[in-house]
């Protein structure tokens, strides 16, 4: 049984190797971690405005993109005030 199977059909937060942070419901993936995620947004971080929210909708990432998925905690998720957060965007992950 993979880890990710546990993650299905929760919130999950995907940081790809070039620094974005997509969240969303896992719904599948397959043997290459490629991953299928619906009501998906990426979030957008900035040092002068901010968190930046783009709506997605149902969305695939390849596998070779991923760096990191882990599950996000709903209920603290929903009490972020994403407008007032400022941080510095992630660059891309260096090998």
């Given at each position: 049984m993979?880890?990710l199977?546990s993650?299905?059909n929760h919130?999950v937060?995907i940081?790809t190797?070039?620094?974005?942070?997509?969240i969303?419901?896992l719904k599948?993936?397959?043997?290459t971690?490629?991953?299928i995620i619906?009501?998906?947004?990426?979030r957008?971080f900035?040092?002068t405005?901010g968190?930046?929210?783009?709506?997605?909708?149902?969305h695939?990432i390849r596998?070779?993109?991923i760096a990191?998925?882990?599950?996000?905690?709903?209920?603290?998720d929903?009490?972020?005030?994403?407008?007032?957060?400022?941080?510095?965007?992630l660059g891309?992950v260096?090998h």
């Amino acid at each position: 049984m993979s880890g990710l199977e546990s993650y299905i059909n929760h919130t999950v937060s995907i940081i790809t190797a070039d620094g974005r942070n997509f969240i969303g419901t896992l719904k599948g993936f397959d043997q290459t971690i490629n991953i299928i995620i619906e009501e998906c947004h990426e979030r957008v971080f900035s040092t002068t405005a901010g968190i930046e929210q783009i709506v997605l909708g149902l969305h695939i990432i390849r596998g070779d993109n991923i760096a990191v998925i882990g599950l996000i905690d709903d209920t603290i998720d929903s009490r972020l005030d994403l407008a007032n957060i400022r941080g510095e965007p992630l660059g891309p992950v260096v090998h």
